[in-house]
């Protein structure tokens, strides 16, 4: 008899148990997490009711498989271009929630007699809010076109790269056991340089291959290659130094930018929601009940810790970047609760073996119980702000009121910002791909030299000097020469006033120094000469570059090409839907709002005009465009048909949004309950001698249209009469075949009046 290995019998009591009781919590409508985490709990190996898993190593070995493909489908949601352009009110709403839950989570560990490895973890644990649960709150109630719904969704886009920072900061305090500053800020610089290398990197190549090779990939092999990139850099983030889970993560944002994202992430889903579950399944196997009995006071305090402090920290945070009271208060409702990073970050610290056996069930429940209270409290904002409003001073709600709308209006951005911003933002990318570049001379074309010419130093030195500068050419001219770093608006602030000109000197003469440190660093490091000789040879170099530039840089080309990579998926957006793309971009931070429903073949709204109809008299709603097919009509009149399948735009307020989108789907349903739904069926039966129609013709019968049913087939003794004409008279004995709706057929054989 053949033995099974251990981990697929495991596997087989994860997916078992997973599959029966989250068809339990389906039809009780709760969320599928929590269902995974009672099966887990079910199946672990603290529950002797069930069978139970055979090696507890091989619910590490699920779990750290889950979290890879669970953060490379965060990845694929997540995509730097969203972190670009949530916009301030994010950042701000982020990062004083997080800053604010760290310090609390770290307190409230202390205060408990917990460790302080144990408190710091706690901290970093409460600073996440769970994108899984808000997702499923907001379409449970229908909150998904609301306009603080997109402040929270970018708020969570935040959270999930202040996530992957924070778990390579607790990696590096785990392993070392220290706390130095020197060292967490050299951990933060290490992986903000890998992630940005690795995102340029990853733009500059991936989104070709997949062009070159698209019309060779199906579905089967886009999910092959998609996989392959997640592990292969998994592999390499892991080589690096870094958690397997921070690869996956950079691998999906990266994917997040091509323009098969969205179909990547459809054929990824199956894989995320097995291996999400499989998960969440192991996360419940490793709580022990008994722990939860004994420290249930710590339970109830960090439940009420968490939900108290990010709902009124994440509410600060919102009102803190100029949103309204109402606003405010219903962002930070829906931030309330810790989970799937909460328990990243739990798992992180139980494969580093410095979290105490009582944190990781404690932070399962706090989960748990903040996930039961997410709906509730999202339903509690409204009533809330409205209160606030009664109890607050006029003094404070006018001040309020004034705070939102005055930094509403400081939306302009002035030229000098403009410039700064493109200034850093070159500066940064630009001294990361040089540092690359004096890596891989260090570590890869020197020892290469070394082999190929091991009797001459000097000769390895010149030509490692050589092909470093020349592949560094590039990136030095980009720095140091104005045309490729807004020119347009450094002349035009040149030319505004005098008083500038210093200042944008300043700014040239600090790329030139930048330059000149990297092409000096070369230098120093393979040419053991004065410092002042070192600066002088290396402006000359510049000064050789600057004159050559149009032989030696292809920076322009690379940059056209980087450029055309990264926002390829939004010209393809702008080009399928030009109208969204251009309200998104002009009026995402007003109160109205875009929505798309398409219109169902048994809607009443199916034949009738627009003036018919009256949307906006009826909801304060305006069809700006009805997408047909691949026709698309902008601002249609009142003369303007619907039909079914069309996908009528309208644009709107919260309100009349969700009123609108509510009634339609509404009536829909009525009308779709009113249909009558009896499918059309093929059936045979024999003529007997009291059939009502026996020896009369098909035609003089007419059961055709008596019936609405049609004769497709007569047998008759070994003949068989296919598609019989009218002609055809019903004999006894025969085999007739009829296609129609079964009860019609019914009265048919009976006679009965239809």
């Not at 499989?278 to 004994?294: K, R, W």
Request: hydrophobic share 50%; with cysteine.
């Amino acid at each position: 008899m053949s033995h099974l290995p251990t981990l697929i019998t495991d596997l087989a009591l994860i997916l078992v148990s997973a599959g029966i009781i989250t068809l339990l919590f389906k039809w009780l409508k709760q969320p599928l997490v929590l269902g995974y985490i009672v099966a887990g709990l079910l199946a672990g190996p603290y529950v002797h009711v069930f069978p139970t898993v055979g090696d507890i190593e091989n619910i590490n070995i699920w779990a750290e498989i889950g979290v890879v493909f669970l953060l490379f489908a965060l990845g694929l949601e997540f995509s730097f271009k969203k972190l670009v352009n949530v916009g301030s009110t994010a950042f701000i709403t982020a990062i004083t929630e997080v800053v604010t839950m760290l310090i609390i989570g770290y307190l409230v560990g202390y205060m408990l007699g917990w460790s302080t490895m144990n408190s710091i973890f706690l901290g970093g644990m409460l600073s996440m809010s769970s994108t899984t649960i808000i997702i499923k709150a907001f379409d449970d109630l229908g909150l998904r076109s609301q306009r603080f719904t997109g402040i929270v969704f970018g708020t969570l886009v935040v959270e999930d790269l202040v996530a992957i920072l924070m778990m390579v900061l607790l990696s590096t305090m785990a392993v070392s056991q220290q706390f130095a500053g020197e060292e967490l800020i050299m951990s933060v610089f290490k992986v903000i340089f890998f992630l940005v290398l690795w995102f340029l990197i990853g733009i500059f190549i991936i989104p070709l291959i997949l062009k070159k090779v698209k019309k060779l990939m199906n579905d089967e092999t886009l999910l092959v290659v998609a996989l392959g990139l997640c592990l292969g850099l998994v592999v390499l983030a892991t080589e690096t130094g870094f958690s397997a889970a921070l690869g996956a993560f950079i691998m999906g944002s990266i994917l997040a930018e091509t323009v098969e994202a969205e179909r990547i992430e459809h054929i990824i889903k199956p894989v995320k929601d097995l291996f999400g579950a499989i998960f969440f399944v192991s996360v419940g196997m490793l709580v022990d009940p008994a722990i939860l009995v004994e420290y249930a006071w710590p339970v109830a305090i960090i439940t009420l810790v968490t939900i108290v402090g990010k709902a009124c920290f994440s509410t600060f945070g919102v009102l803190l970047s100029g949103q309204t009271l109402k606003t405010s208060v219903k962002s930070g409702f829906s931030l309330a609760q810790i989970g799937e990073f909460a328990f990243i970050i739990a798992s992180l610290g139980v494969s580093l073996k410095v979290l105490d056996d009582y944190v990781y069930p404690i932070i399962v429940a706090v989960s748990v119980i903040t996930t039961f209270t997410t709906p509730y409290f999202i339903r509690l904002a409204d009533p809330f702000a409205d209160w606030l409003y009664r109890v607050l001073p006029d003094r404070t709600c006018n001040f309020l009121d004034r705070y939102s709308s005055g930094a509403k209006t400081i939306n302009h951005e002035s030229d000098w910002k403009k410039l700064l911003k493109s200034f850093l933002g070159r500066l940064s990318i630009f001294s990361i791909l040089l540092t690359a570049v004096f890596l891989l001379s260090t570590h890869g074309i020197y020892p290469l030299m070394t082999d190929q010419f091991p009797d001459s130093p000097v000769l390895d030195n010149v030509v490692t000097v050589v092909l470093t500068l020349v592949l560094m050419a590039p990136f030095l001219i980009a720095l140091v020469s104005n045309k490729y770093n807004s020119r347009e608006l450094f002349m035009s602030l040149w030319n505004d006033s005098k008083y500038n000109r210093g200042r944008l000197v300043s700014m040239v003469l600090f790329r030139v120094f930048v330059a000149t440190f990297f092409v000096s660093l070369v230098l120093i490091r393979y040419f053991h000469i004065q410092y002042g000789i070192v600066i002088i040879i290396a402006l000359g170099i510049l000064a050789l570059f600057l004159v050559f530039r149009r032989d030696l840089n292809q920076y322009a080309r690379l940059e056209k090409r980087f450029l055309l990579n990264l926002n390829q998926r939004e010209e393809a957006a702008r080009r399928r839907n030009p109208l969204r793309a251009s309200f998104k971009r002009k009026l995402s931070d007003k109160d109205i709002h875009l929505t798309a429903i398409t219109v169902s073949p048994n809607s009443p709204y199916a034949g009738l005009s627009l003036g018919e109809i009256s949307f906006r008299k009826t909801f304060g709603v305006s069809v700006v465009e009805i997408i047909r097919g691949d026709h698309k009509i902008n601002i249609p009149d009142n003369t303007e048909r619907v039909y079914p399948q069309d996908r009528l735009v309208v644009v709107g307020s919260d309100e009349q949004i969700q009123r609108f989108s509510a009634e339609v789907e509404r009536m829909q349903e009525e009308n779709r309950d009113g249909i009558h739904e009896e499918e059309v069926t093929l059936q045979s039966f024999t003529v007997e001698p009291d059939f009502p129609f026996l020896e009369q013709t098909l035609a003089e019968s007419h059961v055709g249209n008596r019936y609405n049913c049609v004769i497709v087939g007569v047998e008759r003794d070994d003949n068989a009469i296919m598609n019989p004409n009218g002609h055809t008279i019903f004999k006894e004995g025969d085999l007739v075949w009829v296609v129609g709706e079964r009860d019609n057929i019914r009265d048919m054989i009976a006679g009965k009046e239809s």
